[in-house]
């Protein structure tokens, strides 16, 4: 299950139906990976948060990824300084 609804990313890009169902899972499915794959750590399940305790600046991050995959689908170009700022404090650190 989407950690956020096809309404809230439909009601966060301002679009309608115009946009299938489909596509919407795309955006919201990529964008959670993202963020997780920047964090480097699962959002729920194993590792991560329960459902209703995710923190709000995690879901902000996934609502900014969901905007730049909808408006840059070929190239998405998420700001790393972004999610960092966002998410930075619940990432796991990297030593590579």
């Known amino acids: 299950m989407p950690i956020i609804s096809l309404a809230v990313a439909r009601e966060h890009l301002r679009v309608g139906a115009e946009v299938s169902d489909a596509r919407m899972t795309e955006l919201v499915n990529g964008a959670e990976g993202i963020v997780s794959g920047f964090m480097q750590r699962p959002i729920t399940g194993e590792g ?16 900014v990824a969901i905007v730049e995959l909808y408006d840059n689908p070929g190239a998405p170009l998420v700001d790393e300084d972004v999610l960092r700022v966002l998410v930075g404090y619940y990432s796991r650190p990297s030593f590579a």
Do not use: R, S
């Open 48 to 63: 991560g948060w329960q459902a209703d305790a995710i923190p709000a600046v995690v879901i902000e991050a996934i609502k």
